[in-house]
């Protein structure tokens, strides 16, 4: 029973080097999406980043510390203009399906 608890405990220990691990490697997609993807905010990039990685945010420090970026990104994009226009093309005089057409026409070449 001892042997049983020790191989489930190195599994475990594992498990939870190899997700620490994988925090830092950069995967490579070699997929490309037939559509012009939508721009995510800044906040929405962080959020995603957040929940996905929720399982080492543990102490209240860390919880605190991201809870206080949060903050400042929120108050940056109070004090910012509003960029998605511009993000967006609109203000170039380009439409959003001129630029999905250009990119389609450049992968077929």
Same mark, same amino acid.
């Not at 029973?1 to 997700?19: A, D, P």
């Not at 905010?41 to 399982?55: C, D, M």
């Not at 209240?60 to 109070?78: F, H």
């Given at each position: =029973?001892? =042997?049983?608890? %020790?191989?489930?405990? *190195?599994?475990?220990?594992?498990? %939870?080097?190899?997700?620490?691990? %994988?925090? $830092?490697?950069?995967?490579?997609? /070699? &997929?490309?999406? =037939? &559509?012009? !993807?939508? !721009? *995510?905010? +800044?906040? @929405? ?10 399982? $080492?945010? #543990? &102490? ?7 809870? /206080? ?8 994009? *109070? &004090? @910012? !203009?509003?960029?998605? *226009? #511009? ?17 389609? +026409?450049?992968?077929?070449?």
């Amino acid at each position: =029973n001892s =042997n049983n608890s %020790n191989s489930k405990e *190195k599994n475990e220990l594992s498990n %939870n080097i190899s997700q620490r691990i %994988n925090l $830092f490697r950069d995967r490579i997609d /070699y &997929t490309i999406e =037939n &559509t012009v !993807p939508k !721009p *995510k905010t +800044f906040k @929405q990039t962080i959020l995603t980043l957040v929940e996905s990685h929720k399982t $080492f945010i #543990q &102490t209240n420090e860390e919880k605190k510390t991201v809870e /206080y970026i949060l903050n400042l990104i929120t108050d940056s994009e *109070k &004090t @910012q !203009p509003d960029q998605t *226009k #511009q993000s967006e093309g609109e203000d170039l005089g380009i439409s959003l399906e001129e630029i999905a057409q250009e990119q389609a +026409f450049n992968s077929e070449q």
